[in-house]
């Protein structure tokens, strides 16, 4: 038997009330720090066609998370986090009304991780 994705449960009417749904589909940015002891102070910029679209900075609390929503057009983007003015990467991430389609910002024991989609 072929188990689920926890991607498709998002989209189940029967699991996700509508202002979830909502949420989802119209998250373009979600920034969470896993580390359970430790705040941080991230810096995120993304661009397009060279072009910054959006700047932001967030001071997160051990294990908090936080989203923006309608950011963006739907597109590639070129994304830089810097992690307490240190730790620093750069991906491109596609976004779109798909939650699969997502910037996902993670902070994890110090370090940040750019990836696409929200699981």
């Keep these: ?5 926890p991607s498709d ?3 189940a009417a029967s ?8 949420r989802l589909e119209s998250e373009d940015l979600h920034v969470r720090n896993h580390d359970r002891r ?3 102070d991230v810096r995120i910029a993304i661009r397009r066609d060279d072009e910054v679209c959006h700047r932001a900075e967030y001071h997160l609390l051990s294990d908090q998370s936080g989203s923006s929503v309608n950011l963006l057009a739907a597109g ?5 986090a810097t992690v307490d003015d240190a730790e620093s990467e750069t ?3 596609r976004v779109s009304d798909d939650p699969n389609e997502t910037i996902v910002v993670e902070i994890i024991n110090g ?4 990836s696409e989609g929200v699981n």
Excluded at 15 to 22: C, P, Q
Excluded at 76 to 80: F, G, I, N, Q
Excluded at 111 to 114: K, P, T
């Design 1 to 5: 038997m072929v188990q689920p994705s």
């Design 9 to 11: 449960y998002l989209h």
């Design 15 to 22: 699991t996700t009330d509508a202002s979830t749904r909502w």
């Design 38 to 40: 430790t705040e941080h």
């Design 76 to 80: 590639e983007y070129a994304v830089t």
């Design 91 to 93: 991906a491109t991430v």
């Design 111 to 114: 370090a940040v991780r750019i």
